[in-house]
C-alpha cells in the first residue's frame, strides 16, 4: 500500500462542481489533490456530454438568480484567460410561457429585481423574431439575451488543465467506500494508494449514495435522462445561432440548444426518468421516448418533424429531494463535506457554487444556507427548483 503526500484538502470528484471547488481552494493557497475514478467529466458524469443552458431564470429562487448572473461572468472571465475555441456560446435563452405562469412571472420579476437583461416577449413578438417556432399555444416569453450554452467536457477539462498548470494534484483512481471508516485522516482507493488530507471534498455526484449509503441513501436519486440530436436540412440557418437561441418549455418539460459547432439540434425532455445506476446501468435510449420527443418537433418546430437522429446519448440527473444543491459537512466527521445533488440544473453554476464552497471550507464558516444542508433533504422526491 502506497501513501501519497499529505494535502489541505482532497476533493474527489472531477466534474464541474468538484473541479471549480479544486480551483477555488488552489487559488487560494491551498495544496489541493482532486481526484475522480472515470476521469474530468467523462461519459458516466452528469458534467460530461455536448452543451449545457445557462440561464438565470428560476422563478423566485433569487440565490440560483444570482449564482447564475455570478457564474456566467466567471465562466466568461475563464475561457477569455484560456483562449481556443468557443466554451460559450451567447445565443440568448428564451422561456417559453403560459397564461396565469407563476413560474415565468416570478422569474421575470426576479430577473429585474437581481439586475439580468431580459425582456418579456408577447405571442406577436415572438412569432415575429422567431418564425421557424410554433408558439400557437405560448402567450408570452422570456429573453435572456446575454445567457446560452456552455460546451460543457470542454468547459469542465479546460478548467481542469488550469488547475494542474496552477498546482493543482490530479489523480485518476476510485475511492473505497468508506463505510465503517473511523476517522478521516485518510481514504483509500481501488488501486490500494492512501490519500491524507486535513479535509475532504466528496462532490461525485451520482456516486455519493454509493459511498455513503447510510447518510445519503435516497436523499440523492440519479435518473436515466435521454437526449437527441436532430440533423436540419443542408443550408438551413434557421436552426443554428443567430437564429435560433436556446430555449425552454416547462410547460412541457422540454428544452433544446440550437445546432451548434454542427452537432445538431439538441431537444431532451426534462421530466425526471427512471432510477439509473451511473456505474452499470444500460444507456442506450428508447422508441418511446424518441416518439415523444419526435411529437414535440412536429408541434414546436415543424420543420423537423421528420430530421434524421444524428445522435442519443444517456446521462442521468443526480436529484435532491427538492432540486435544491447538497452542500453541508458529514453528520459526523467534521473535516468532510459532501457536495452534490445537481438535479439537472447545476452545471451552469459550478464557479459560484466553488467559490462558496472553498469560502466555507477555508474560514470553517457555519453559515451554509439551510437549503443546501442535509437536514432538508428528504427521501420523498417533491421537485421545486428548475
Known amino acids: 500500500m502506497k501513501s501519497l503526500t499529505k494535502y489541505d484538502v482532497a476533493v474527489i470528484g472531477a466534474g464541474v462542481f468538484g473541479t471549480w471547488i479544486a480551483y477555488e481552494l488552489n487559488r487560494a493557497g491551498k495544496r489541493v489533490l482532486l481526484m475522480d475514478a472515470y476521469g474530468a467529466a467523462n461519459n458516466r458524469a452528469s458534467s460530461g456530454g455536448e452543451s449545457r443552458v445557462i440561464r438565470c431564470s428560476y422563478g423566485q429562487e433569487e440565490i ?61 413578438e415572438l412569432a415575429k423574431r422567431f418564425p421557424q417556432i410554433n408558439f400557437s399555444d405560448i402567450p408570452w416569453a422570456i429573453w435572456e439575451p446575454e445567457s446560452g450554452a456552455l460546451m460543457a467536457r470542454r468547459a469542465v477539462q479546460s478548467l481542469l488543465f488550469e488547475c494542474l498548470k496552477t498546482g493543482v494534484e490530479y489523480v485518476q483512481d476510485a475511492v473505497v467506500c468508506p463505510v465503517n471508516q473511523k476517522d478521516f485522516s ?96 444500460l444507456r442506450e435510449t428508447t422508441a418511446e421516448n424518441l416518439a415523444k420527443v ?28 427538492k432540486g435544491d444543491f447538497l452542500i453541508d459537512r458529514h453528520p459526523q466527521f467534521a473535516n468532510v463535506w459532501l457536495v452534490g445533488g445537481g438535479s439537472g440544473h447545476g452545471f451552469k453554476h459550478g464557479p459560484a457554487l466553488g467559490e462558496y464552497v472553498a469560502k466555507r471550507v477555508i474560514d470553517e464558516a457555519k453559515d451554509i444556507d439551510p437549503r443546501f444542508t442535509l437536514a432538508t433533504k428528504e427521501n420523498v422526491h417533491q421537485r421545486a427548483v428548475y
Open 186 to 281: 485518510k481514504i483509500e482507493t481501488r488501486n490500494r494508494e492512501v490519500i491524507q488530507a486535513q479535509i475532504f471534498i466528496f462532490a461525485c455526484g451520482s456516486w455519493l449514495p454509493k459511498l455513503f449509503p447510510e447518510v445519503i441513501g435516497e436523499r440523492i436519486q440519479p435518473t436515466k435522462q435521454e437526449v437527441y440530436f436532430f440533423g436540419v436540412s443542408a443550408g438551413d440557418k434557421r436552426f443554428a445561432p443567430p437564429a435560433m437561441p436556446v430555449w425552454g418549455d416547462f410547460g412541457d418539460e422540454v428544452y433544446g440548444i440550437p445546432d451548434l459547432e454542427n452537432r445538431g439540434f439538441k431537444i431532451a425532455i426534462d421530466r425526471h426518468g427512471e432510477l439509473f445506476d451511473p456505474d452499470f446501468g
Open 294 to 321: 419526435r411529437a414535440y418537433l412536429a408541434k414546436r418546430f415543424p420543420a423537423l418533424h421528420d430530421a434524421p437522429v444524428l445522435e442519443r446519448r444517456v446521462c442521468q440527473y443526480e436529484n435532491t429531494s
Open 64 to 124: 440560483y438568480t444570482r449564482w447564475a448572473w455570478a457564474s456566467l461572468a466567471k465562466w466568461k472571465a475563464f475561457f477569455n484567460r484560456v483562449g481556443g475555441l468557443p466554451l460559450f456560446h451567447q445565443t440568448g435563452v428564451l422561456w417559453m410561457a403560459r397564461e396565469d405562469d407563476r413560474l415565468s412571472t416570478a422569474s421575470f420579476e426576479t430577473l429585474n429585481r437581481v439586475g439580468v437583461p431580459c425582456e418579456k416577449l408577447s405571442h406577436d
